[in-house]
């Protein structure tokens, strides 16, 4: 029976970024950790390592390495591209949306600091901060069944977001906005979503029309982006 007795869904999973299913694959000693101190797993048990490029190579645990047994492309990814731009918030709320949206499908994130946004991060500590959303992202993927682990980048500011992204939409609370987020569109979309204070008049000079709502009511940051991934990830095909 392909894959043994065990659904792939059910697996224990750990990306092992470049992972080849024709050899033995060495595992993180973190990962090794997990899986025997957390999970109990034993020697001969069957786990899933995901090398990043959309495939699943079934697995048997022997030591420190992954035995391969056979090779999936799962599909679990979404066709559609879409990429959360956000402003910097306060407290843990860029932990919920990084990994809730990374569940939902997003595959790509852009973290950047708003004019009003209250969090500033030390460029000395900027490589670390990163590195760990990036851990919150590929745990997340890990749990979901993604066989992607998403991007995270930095920009400097909502104009920087603008110009590598010149068709993004903009996530406004101005009055007289009226443009719902839809769903219908591109394939890839990029969704930019302000802090708490929201857009400085600096910043609506530069979303111009760009500015979508989603609704009359006024979300809170980390709602507002779960929100955007799930209409665009989550709706239904339509013809």
Known sequence: MPFGDSPIRSLPRVFVPGADGARPIPLPKAEVDKLRRVLRLEQGAHLAVLPGDGTLIRCELRGPEAIPLEVASPETESPRHVTIAQALPKGDRL???????????????????????????????????????????????????????????????????????PDATVLSEVEGTVSPLRAEGEDARVVVVGPEGGWAPR???????????????????????????????LAPETD
């Open 95 to 165: 932990d919920s949306i990084v990994r809730c949206c990374t569940e939902i499908g997003v595959a790509a994130f852009v973290l950047f600091p708003s004019d009003r946004s209250v969090v500033k991060w030390d460029e000395a500590k900027l490589a670390g901060r990163l590195e760990r959303f990036r851990t919150v992202a590929r745990e997340a993927a890990e749990q979901s069944f993604r066989t992607r682990v998403p991007t995270i980048e930095y920009a400097s500011s909502l104009s920087e977001v603008l110009a590598r992204h």
């Open 203 to 233: 910043e609506l000079e530069q979303i111009g029309g760009r500015g979508v709502t989603l609704g009359p009511r006024v979300l809170r940051v980390d709602t507002a982006a779960i929100a955007a991934a799930a209409l665009l990830l």
